[in-house]
């Protein structure tokens, strides 16, 4: 149930940030705001999922063997706000 409601918030703080996407440090860092004290590795198995299903699309940007600054970002896809808005469910999120 808890991951059913990380993900909801995932797909929600994401609706917010639309179309740009956010790093994943500042989505871990609004979900612990929301009180779900969650491990990197359990945000990164849900953020996993929602990409698996096609809601949000991770973006990495820099080359560590070119010296240059490593990120990663997630947006929400046109499907991800279909889930957002309502207008399509899925059992393993809870929006």
Same mark, same amino acid.
């Given at each position: 149930? &808890? @991951?059913? @409601?990380?993900?909801?918030?995932?797909?929600?703080?994401?609706?917010? &940030?639309?179309?740009?996407?956010? +790093? +994943? /440090?500042?989505?871990? /860092?609004?979900?612990? @705001?929301?009180?779900?004290? *969650?491990?990197?590795?359990?945000? @990164?198995?849900?953020? &996993?999922?929602?990409? +698996?299903? #096609? !809601? *949000?699309? /991770?973006?990495?940007? #820099?080359? +560590? !063997? /070119?010296?240059?600054?490593?990120?990663?970002?997630?947006?929400?896809?046109?499907?991800?706000?279909?889930?957002?808005? #309502?207008?399509?469910?899925? &059992? #393993?999120?809870?929006?």
């Amino acid at each position: 149930m &808890a @991951n059913k @409601n990380i993900r909801g918030w995932i797909v929600r703080i994401l609706q917010r &940030a639309y179309p740009a996407g956010l +790093e +994943e /440090k500042s989505l871990h /860092k609004q979900l612990v @705001n929301l009180d779900y004290a *969650i491990t990197r590795r359990e945000l @990164n198995a849900n953020l &996993a999922y929602l990409a +698996e299903d #096609g !809601f *949000i699309e /991770k973006r990495d940007f #820099g080359d +560590e !063997f /070119k010296d240059e600054l490593l990120n990663t970002t997630y947006k929400l896809t046109t499907k991800g706000m279909d889930l957002a808005e #309502g207008n399509t469910t899925d &059992a #393993g999120v809870e929006v």
